[in-house]
Nanobody
Framework: QVQLVESGGGLVQAGGSLRLSCAVS????????MGWYRQAPGKGRELVGS???????NYGDSVEGRFTISRDDARSSVYLQMNNLKPADTAVYYC?????????????????WGQGTQVTVSS
């Protein structure tokens, strides 16, 4: 069973920084695109950033220049460095990963999500 576990959320003052981590556990053949999304109260889930297994990154407009996504395939992990945080960044942050596993019928690919970690930025 493949699982994603986030850590690093918490309460921080505006202008501060946090670093989120997400570790993938279980049996899999390959990790494809890994990413971070967030969902604020009363709003839909939005892309924060994503990173391909060749290192190409993509960011949501509201975090460009402040957040940095990275991955460590040796540790099956993805990270999100968040700087100059604003109250508008308050949300539950979720990581996800495109996972390829081996089954009796060949390879199977799917997207798995973590349970989320709360980030609260006070003004």
């Amino acid at each position: 069973q493949v699982q994603l576990v986030e850590s690093g959320g918490g309460l921080v003052q505006a202008g501060g920084s946090l670093r989120l981590s997400c570790a993938v556990s279980g049996s899999f053949v390959r990790l494809g695109v890994m990413g971070w999304y967030r969902q604020a109260p009363g709003k839909g889930r939005e892309l924060v950033g994503s990173v391909r297994n060749i290192g190409v990154t993509n960011y949501g407009d509201s975090v460009e220049g402040r957040f940095t996504i990275s991955r460590d395939d040796a540790r099956s992990s993805v990270y999100l460095q968040m700087n100059n945080l604003k109250p508008a960044d308050t949300a539950v942050y979720y990581c996800n990963a495109d996972v390829t596993t081996q089954s009796d019928w060949g390879t199977v690919s799917f997207t798995r999500w973590g349970q989320g970690t709360q980030v609260t930025v006070s003004s």
